[in-house]
T-cell receptor, first 113, second 116 residues
Framework: RKEVEQDPGPFNVPEGATVAFNCTYS??????FFWYRQDCRKEPKLLMS???SGNEDGRFTAQLNRASQYISLLIRDSKLSDSATYLC??????????????FGKGTKLSVKP | EADIYQTPRYLVIGTGKKITLECSQT?????MYWYQQDPGMELHLIHY???????EKGDLSSESTVSRIRTEHFPLTLESARPSHTSQYLC???????????????FGQGTRLTVV
């Protein structure tokens, strides 16, 4: 079983739609959670960190459910510029030290006019 | 914009050649990483470093080697390139945050390597 699994995608949505991405992680020792965005043939960039209480940044809302080992990203009022691949990222806690970032395969979003 | 740079951006090279992919960052980050990513696939960590003179192998076995003689520089070397090494190589860096919480990783633009 992969350590980080995401919806396979691609998601093809019209402008203005609300879209939700899901992600599950296998290791309960995971401590840090992120969503990164990767445009076609570009490097990944941090979209937002995910906090236990959930957090929002404009049109983007991230949720974490530790009991179910589940992370979600909600995008409201989709824009054409949101078209990209969204990567779910987790890291483990090794005895109080930072673990390395583990990337999911990503979910491709295509927003159409 | 992140201050992390990779050269070359694109490299086409013959089998058996030795190559070094360069990565430099000017943010003073202690932690640096090399990831390998095939088209449409996930990133795989192949090497990382906690600081000068520290190098560790990542989750994906790789025939490449790395060195960290200076904080800002983390080159990756392939002694004898093969077609199976064809891929995109992404370098990243991050601060070494306090406690267990990870900090943001900044990526370079990547090197697309083709071995013919």
């Amino acid at each position: 079983r992969k350590e980080v699994e995401q919806d396979p995608g691609p998601f093809n949505v019209p402008e203005g739609a609300t879209v939700a991405f899901n992600c599950t992680y296998s290791n309960s020792a995971s401590q840090s959670f992120f969503w990164y965005r990767q445009d076609c043939r570009k490097e990944p960039k941090l979209l937002m960190s995910v906090y236990s209480s959930g957090n929002e940044d404009g049109r983007f809302t991230a949720q974490l459910n530790r009991a179910s080992q589940y992370i979600s990203l909600l995008i409201r009022d989709s824009k054409l510029s949101d078209s990209a691949t969204y990567l779910c990222v987790v890291s483990l806690n090794y005895g109080g030290s930072q673990g390395n970032l583990i990337f999911g395969k990503g979910t491709k979003l295509s927003v159409k006019p | 914009e992140a201050d992390i740079y990779q050269t070359p951006r694109y490299l086409v090279i013959g089998t058996g050649k030795k190559i070094t992919l360069e990565c430099s960052q000017t943010m003073g980050h202690d932690k640096m990483y090399w990831y390998q990513q095939d088209p449409g696939m996930e990133l795989h960590l192949i090497h990382y470093s906690y600081g000068v003179n520290s190098t560790e192998k990542g989750d994906l076995s790789s025939e490449s080697t790395v060195s960290r003689i200076r904080t800002e520089h983390f080159p990756l070397t392939l002694e004898s390139a093969r077609p199976s090494h064809t891929s995109q190589y992404l370098c990243a860096s991050s601060e070494y945050g306090t406690g267990w919480r990870n900090t943001e990783a900044f990526f370079g633009q990547g090197t697309r390597l083709t071995v013919v």
